[in-house]
């Protein structure tokens, strides 16, 4: 009886350190998930643009429509 009782004390230590050690990493996903989203919303449809507004002339050295 002396075993279990000792076994289970070892898993409580071993849970709860780990559950202490692992709180900080959590604590802050609420503001990283935030952040990401705004990021995500500045750059949304950059991409697209990009492709609309594109200029073979401009952009590529050596560039004819006629090649």
């Known amino acids: 009886m ?6 289970l004390t070892a898993h409580f230590f071993v849970l709860g350190t780990f ?10 996903s609420g503001g990283d998930y935030k ?7 500045q750059v949304q449809g950059n991409g697209l643009n990009s492709l609309k507004n594109f200029s073979g002339e401009q952009n590529l ?7």
């Open 2 to 7: 002396k075993t279990v009782i000792s076994v």
């Open 61 to 67: 050295p050596g560039y004819t429509a006629n090649p």
């Open 19 to 28: 559950i202490w050690l692992a709180s900080p990493a959590c604590a802050d």
């Open 35 to 41: 952040a990401g989203s705004d990021f995500a919303k």
